[in-house]
C-alpha cells in the first residue's frame, strides 16, 4: 500500500482541488470582466489535463492505461458537474465535461503520449 499511495497522491489532490473550486458559490467567483468566460473555460480544460495526467501517472504511463487516465478524468468531470448543481449560484452543464473537461484530458493525454514516443 506505501508504494501506491504515492503513485496516487497527485490525482487525489487534483480531484480535491477541483472539489474545492466547485464548490464555491457564484457570489464569491471572481469577476474577469471581458476575459471571464475565457478564464473560467480555461480553467476546465487545464484542470482536467492535469487530472488526466495523473492518473496515467498512477498508472506508471502505461500507453495501454492511457483511455482509462482518460475515461476516469470524464467519469470524475461528470460527477463534478453533478455536485455544482447543489452550489448556490452555480449550474451544472453536460457541456463543460462534454467540451473543456473532454478536450483538456484528451490534449494533455496526446501531447504527453507523442512526446514519450519521440524521445
Same mark, same amino acid.
Given at each position: =500500500?506505501? *508504494?501506491?499511495?504515492?503513485? /496516487?497522491?497527485?490525482? +487525489? +489532490? #487534483? =480531484? &480535491?482541488?477541483?472539489?474545492?473550486?466547485?464548490?464555491?458559490? !457564484? @457570489?464569491? &467567483?471572481?469577476?474577469?470582466?471581458?476575459?471571464?468566460?475565457?478564464?473560467?473555460?480555461?480553467?476546465?480544460?487545464?484542470? %482536467?489535463?492535469?487530472?488526466?495526467? @495523473? %492518473? /496515467?501517472?498512477?498508472?506508471? =504511463?502505461?500507453?495501454?492505461?492511457?483511455? +482509462?487516465?482518460? +475515461?476516469?478524468?470524464?467519469? %470524475?468531470?461528470?460527477?463534478?458537474?453533478?455536485?455544482?448543481?447543489?452550489?448556490?449560484?452555480? *449550474?451544472?452543464?453536460?457541456?463543460? $465535461? &462534454?467540451? %473543456?473537461?473532454?478536450?483538456?484530458? #484528451?490534449? !494533455?493525454?496526446?501531447? $504527453? !503520449?507523442?512526446?514519450?514516443?519521440?524521445?
Amino acid at each position: =500500500m506505501t *508504494h501506491i499511495l504515492p503513485r /496516487w497522491l497527485p490525482a +487525489l +489532490l #487534483m =480531484m &480535491l482541488i477541483i472539489f474545492l473550486f466547485s464548490s464555491q458559490p !457564484s @457570489s464569491d &467567483l471572481p469577476d474577469f470582466s471581458w476575459a471571464d468566460k475565457i478564464v473560467k473555460k480555461g480553467g476546465h480544460l487545464v484542470g %482536467y489535463a492535469i487530472l488526466a495526467l @495523473s %492518473y /496515467w501517472y498512477a498508472f506508471r =504511463m502505461q500507453q495501454d492505461k492511457r483511455g +482509462l487516465a482518460w +475515461l476516469l478524468a470524464v467519469l %470524475y468531470a461528470l460527477t463534478d458537474e453533478f455536485h455544482q448543481a447543489f452550489v448556490p449560484g452555480r *449550474h451544472s452543464t453536460i457541456w463543460d $465535461v &462534454l467540451i %473543456y473537461d473532454n478536450f483538456g484530458a #484528451m490534449l !494533455s493525454l496526446w501531447i $504527453v !503520449s507523442n512526446r514519450i514516443n519521440n524521445t
